[in-house]
């Protein structure tokens, strides 16, 4: 699992025109967020006609990846992408995700081209396909 930093993030779903990121901030300890994760393994991910990549990006600490992360990932059967944001301060990079972001979790962004859709908090299916059709 790769440890990446904001700019490696931004980097990556700003650089490809025809795919959509489904970008999610979650962590193992976040109740909510465990609760959300089949949202994103959704068949109805895969109506457009555009290619759509679901991104879990997790907050939890760097320290307990090996403990923590990776068995989660592995006894949940994660089929997505998960890589661990490996930045120090949240006050220094939360705004350059989204300057609504008050910072808690799960949070969605949704990245196609130059446009972005936002959500705090926790996602239904409905939720998520209103938000890729808004960007769409």
């Known amino acids: 699992m790769p440890e990446i930093t904001t700019a490696d993030l931004l980097n990556r779903v700003q650089s490809n025109e025809d795919t ?3 970008v ?10 465990i609760e959300e994760l089949p949202v994103f393994s959704s068949d109805r991910l895969q109506q457009w006609t555009k290619p759509t990549k679901v991104l879990l990006v997790s907050l ?21 992408e998960v890589m661990l944001l490996d930045e120090g301060n949240p006050n220094e990079w939360i705004d350059k995700i989204d300057k609504n972001w008050s910072g808690a979790i799960p949070a969605t962004i949704i990245y196609h081209q130059d446009k ?5 908090g926790e996602l239904d299916i409905d939720g998520l396909v209103e938000m890729i059709n808004r960007i769409n």
């Open 60 to 80: 939890d600490f760097k320290s307990q990846k090996d403990k923590q992360l990776l068995p989660f990932i592995r006894d949940k059967k994660v089929s997505h």
């Open 20 to 22: 959509i990121y489904v």
């Open 24 to 33: 999610n901030f979650w962590a193992t300890w976040c109740h909510p967020c």
């Open 116 to 120: 972005t859709v936002f959500h705090e």
